[in-house]
């Protein structure tokens, strides 16, 4: 079952995690991701609006295909336009909008997918005491879906704001969402822009500060 706006519980003690808003994903990017345009001012209100409890993170790809291992290797052999060797520096950037923002949000760099694999992410959320992460940014079905689970599994309660998620596979970004929605009611939920401004606001927050 799916819950109903209203079911909602408030939300506290939590942070906002935007998930690779960086240049290599824009217009004219290596991973171009054509809906980062459309969803990209919902994400900068909802970074605005929480910019004190905002954490950036970045899609750090390695130097060369030959620093990994595995199927890694093989993938940025196909993507060797995306290592760092080849890649503008600038393009591992956040889109301009969103790094105007920081301070006081803050950035974590990962290498992978997930943004708690080789990162700081679980120990600064801990330090902070987070039980809730609101969780927007690029791509639905893969660095978001990875980051989700990974939230899931480590306890956190997830709150997905739906109209600020996006992802290069229309097909991918509606059955990520649909399982969302119905495998993981539990754990996850999952609302707009304007639900989250009534659910989350800072005053009622006791753990609200700056990251």
């Known amino acids: 079952m799916t819950k109903t706006p209203e079911a909602v519980e408030p939300i506290r003690d939590a942070a906002h995690l ?18 980062m345009a ?9 970074a605005s609006r929480y910019r004190h409890r905002t954490i950036f993170t970045r899609f750090i790809p390695p130097e060369r295909a030959e620093d990994c291992a ?9 993507w060797k336009a ?20 920081v301070p006081p949000g803050v950035v974590v760099d990962k290498p992978v997918y997930s943004g708690f694999k080789h990162s700081g992410l679980a120990a600064l959320l801990g330090r902070l005491g987070i039980g809730t992460v609101v969780v927007t940014g690029a791509e639905t079905d893969v660095c978001v879906l990875a980051t989700v689970l990974d939230a899931v599994d480590l306890g956190y309660r997830v709150v997905l704001v739906e109209d600020a998620l996006c992802s290069s596979s229309d097909p991918g970004h509606d059955a990520l969402m649909t399982m969302y929605r119905t495998r993981f009611h539990e754990q996850i939920d999952l609302v707009s ?17 700056q990251v």
């Open 18 to 35: 935007c998930i690779d808003m960086q240049r290599i994903f824009s217009v004219g990017g290596v991973w171009e991701t054509p809906w």
């Open 38 to 46: 459309r969803v990209g001012p919902a994400i900068v209100d909802v």
């Open 70 to 78: 595995g199927r890694w290797r093989r993938y940025y052999e196909r």
């Open 82 to 101: 995306a290592t760092r060797e080849q890649l503008p520096p600038d393009q591992l950037d956040l889109v301009p909008e969103l790094a105007r923002l």
């Open 193 to 209: 822009i304007d639900q989250l401004s009534e659910l989350w606001r800072p005053e009622r927050d006791a753990a609200f500060g």
